[in-house]
């Protein structure tokens, strides 16, 4: 399986899930025009990828800002993700914020208790 490799923009984030290591990573601003657009290769790429996982899958995201529909994509990851870890897959999130934001804090908190799967949430 491919690499997939979305380069990150002034609204659009970096995203970087590498197959061979297991680390999907997610990092910068989320406002796209169209989030639902924007995150249609990741939610493809992730269901591929669930099917066939590494051994272990870290989502390792640090975004700092995500508007509305950004959430909702965002939910709908960690919703793929946590699906996968009920049944059994090793996956685990690692939530990066700037120790500054507490808005970026307390939205990490409540992606957290949605899910239950491993959620760490570290200050930078």
């Not at 990150?8 to 025009?33: M, N, V």
Request: glycine fraction near 4%; charged fraction near 25%; proline fraction near 5%.
């Amino acid at each position: 399986m491919d690499s997939l490799r979305i380069e990150g923009t002034s609204c659009s984030p970096l995203i970087d899930f590498d197959p061979a290591t297991g680390i999907l990573r997610i990092e910068g601003e989320s406002y796209p025009e169209n989030s639902f657009d924007f995150y249609a290769p990741v939610f493809t790429w992730l269901e591929d990828y669930l099917k066939e996982p590494a051994a272990a899958v870290v989502l390792d995201i640090g975004l700092s800002y995500l508007n509305t529909s950004s959430i909702k994509c965002m939910i709908d990851v960690l919703e793929m993700l946590d699906g996968a870890h009920q049944n059994g897959q090793a996956v685990s999130v690692r939530w990066h914020y700037d120790r500054d934001n507490d808005r970026a804090l307390d939205m990490a908190e409540e992606f957290a208790e949605d899910v239950s799967l491993p959620f760490e949430i570290l200050a930078h």
